[in-house]
């Protein structure tokens, strides 16, 4: 479910108010038939704005158990904003199963050659610092953006590729 479907022109931006948002979150959270889920995966934009505040309260309100999986870059400014998001999971008591680093390298469409293009382990040491699990880093992969483009499955086209194995990996572990 996304507000994009909601919304009947594509390139309009939702400009809403904390009370509109919440009101929309709560919508997508008991007003959406689901259906019978063993997980339902929330994402949201990082920092610890309003949207998170109403997801919490809303999740909590309906008795839905919350987990969390923090995704950053490795670099110094994607880290610094996901440490507040879980300075934000520890003072609400939502535990956090780990962290991913995504865009940890670039692998190159021509030699499969893995490089680094930005900082190096800010993930890894974002986990030390604050005593939660690193899951593992995802490189930059160009058919792993033309797949979600697109809608194909990366993990079953892709199969034998560095971020193909990564990503399963990380999956398995939570």
């Known amino acids: 479910m996304s507000m994009a479907f909601l919304t009947n022109n594509k390139d309009s931006a939702v400009i809403w108010r904390g009370p509109k948002k919440h009101g929309m979150i709560e919508r997508f959270i008991i007003g959406v038939d689901w259906g019978n889920l063993d997980q339902l995966i929330v994402d949201t934009p990082p920092g610890t704005s309003d949207e998170h505040i109403s997801l919490v309260e809303l999740l909590c309100k309906y008795n839905v158990p919350i987990q969390v999986v923090l995704v950053t870059t490795p670099q110094i400014v994607s880290c610094n904003d996901v440490r507040r998001e879980i300075g934000f999971c520890k003072a609400s008591g939502i535990p956090i199963m780990g962290l ?60 034998s590729s560095e971020a193909a194995c990564l990503i399963k990996e990380i999956a398995l572990s939570i």
């Open 100 to 159: 991913v680093e995504n865009m940890s390298s670039f692998v190159c469409p021509h030699c499969s050659e893995s490089s680094r293009v930005f900082s190096s382990k800010g993930g890894e040491q974002l986990c030390r610092l604050a005593d939660i699990r690193f899951l593992g880093s995802i490189p930059m992969d160009p058919d792993l953006c033309k797949s979600t483009e697109t809608g194909r499955n990366y993990i079953e086209d892709f199969k």
